[in-house]
């Protein structure tokens, strides 16, 4: 069975600084991987994917993250935060194409 | 395209009662899925549709949850005999599925039920 550990549970960062925020994954098979995004009172929006190919992956609003499939991770990036990016954040591994398994989150906070 | 949209947005209702959710779906998209998310962790995979049927369900989805997409479009979660550890929010996602590039499940904005 897939299972997804995000080691972060808050991250608070300063506006234009980088941020990491990282997820491990368990699994027997090949996965798909996933980065969502989930602004206060809104809807889990994607982030990014990661299907197979390239092991590093852009996303929308300057996100990326990289595969690495020895280590298990998935660790997303960004180079600099805005105010904007406050929210919370959620890893998520499939082994098929349909059932996503969700980390617990990590709520970034970032500060002018 | 407007989304996926849920209704009720938020649901108090009394232990034992009956509840019903309502989902509608980004309009061609083929697949529905329902999750579970609880105060401070990740949602949890409930059940999911291809087009009508209903193709897995979680073990979380005890016997008196139900589900249906009757004609293929809109989705309903009905909870029956409520108990307070169903009080979640509950998330509906849609996709469309021609091939697993293009299968992005897209969310709604979730109905919180808060069961006394």
């Known amino acids: 069975a897939q299972s997804v550990t995000q080691l972060d549970s808050q991250v608070p ?10 997820c491990n994954y368990s699994s027997s098979v090949s996965v798909y991987l996933f980065w969502y995004v989930q602004y206060p009172n809104q809807g889990l929006q994607l982030l990014l994917k990661y299907l197979s190919g390239s092991t590093l992956v852009k996303g929308i609003n300057g996100f990326e993250a990289e595969f690495n499939k020895s280590q298990t991770s998935f660790h997303l990036r960004k180079p600099s935060v805005h105010i904007s990016d406050t929210a919370e954040y959620f890893c998520a591994v499939s082994e098929n194409d349909y059932k996503l398994s969700f980390g617990a989150g990590t709520t970034v906070t970032v500060r002018a | 395209d407007t989304g996926v949209s849920q209704n009720p ?23 529905l899925y329902w999750y579970r998310q609880t105060l401070g962790q990740g949602p949890e995979f409930l059940t999911y549709f291809q087009n009508e049927a209903q193709l897995e369900k979680s073990r979380l989805l005890s016997d008196r949850f139900s589900a249906e997409r009757p004609k293929g479009s809109f989705s309903t979660l009905e909870i029956q005999r409520t108990e307070q550890g169903d009080s ?7 996709s469309f599925r021609p091939s697993i590039s293009t ?14």
């Open chain 2, 9 to 31: 947005r938020h649901k108090i209702t009394k232990r034992g009662q009956n509840v019903t959710f309502r989902c509608d779906p980004i309009s061609e998209h083929n697949r």
């Open chain 2, 88 to 94: 979640a929010m509950y998330l509906c996602a849609s």
């Open chain 2, 103 to 116: 299968d992005t499940q897209y969310f709604g904005p979730g109905t919180r039920l808060t069961v006394l």
């Open chain 1, 13 to 22: 960062v300063f506006e234009e600084a980088p941020v990491e925020l990282r």
